[in-house]
T-cell receptor
Framework: GAVVSQHPSRVICKSGTSVKIECRSL??????MFWYRQFPKQSLMLMAT?????????EQGVEKDKFLINHASLTLSTLTVTSAHPEDSSFYIC???????????FGSGTRLTVV | AQKVTQAQTEISVVEKEDVTLDCVYE???????LFWYKQPPSGELVFLIR??????QNEISGRYSWNFQKSTSSFNFTITASQVVDSAVYFC????????????FGKGTTLSVSS
């Protein structure tokens, strides 16, 4: 079945640094990628939707300059958390679809801790 | 207003008990899709079921069953003869309009099954 590889699975970074999270579709072309954030014991909140080759669409309240999303190819999307702060500590998870009639494939998630 | 409501925050049962997780959704679209996912402590999302708005047939898969009722905008999930391995957070999610739009998640229900 479809697989999305998400790396890293865990990362600890210092406050003020940037962190890049990668999601790679291994056996299909992801026309659309979704990025979610999940705080402890809470739901998954959609951050942005990205389509290959175009700018990401961010949800209200999500700072696009802080959370940079790049979907330059049909198999790779990246989320960069710039100038990370402790409040950015969260579980980030990506989801990809191959096309409108295909299911959603989720990455395994990245647990970001900013110290 | 929440589009997906999972009123039960936490449920605790003893092994072999049946348990029903409730999900109520809200949408103005006539075409939509409903999902259930399981999230074990490791964090990855496990796909359980997808239903489109035109298919109200109930579904059974082993110990799992789903009851979709458009009249009450509900898509409830029942686990029969629960097992300790069923302990996880369960999310109900909605995708509105044509297939392939972002999933909107409920807040999740934490199920604890004790032996």
């Amino acid at each position: 079945g479809a697989v999305v590889s998400q790396h890293p699975s865990r990362v600890i970074c210092k406050s003020g640094t940037s962190v890049k999270i990668e999601c790679r579709s291994l056996d299909f072309q992801a026309t659309t990628m979704f990025w979610y954030r999940q705080f402890p014991k809470q739901s998954l909140m959609l951050m942005a939707t990205s389509n290959e080759g175009s700018k990401a669409t961010y949800e209200q309240g999500v700072e696009k300059d802080k959370f940079l999303i790049n979907h330059a190819s049909l198999t790779l999307s990246t989320l960069t958390v710039t100038s990370a702060h402790p409040e950015d500590s969260s579980f980030y998870i990506c989801s990809a679809i191959q096309g409108a009639n295909y299911g959603y494939t989720f990455g395994s998630g990245t647990r970001l801790t900013v110290v | 207003a929440q589009k997906v409501t999972q009123a039960q925050t936490e449920i605790s049962v003893v092994e072999k008990e049946d348990v029903t997780l409730d999900c109520v959704y809200e949408t103005r679209d006539t075409t939509y899709y409903l999902f259930w996912y399981k999230q074990p402590p490791s964090g990855e999302l496990v796909f359980l079921i997808r239903r489109n708005s035109f298919d109200e047939q109930n579904e059974i898969s082993g110990r799992y069953s789903w009851n979709f009722q458009k009249s009450t905008s509900s898509f409830n999930f029942t686990i029969t003869a629960s097992q300790v391995v069923d302990s996880a957070v369960y999310f109900c999610a909605l995708s509105e309009g044509q297939a392939g739009t972002a999933l909107i998640f409920g807040k999740g229900t934490t199920l604890s099954v004790s032996s």
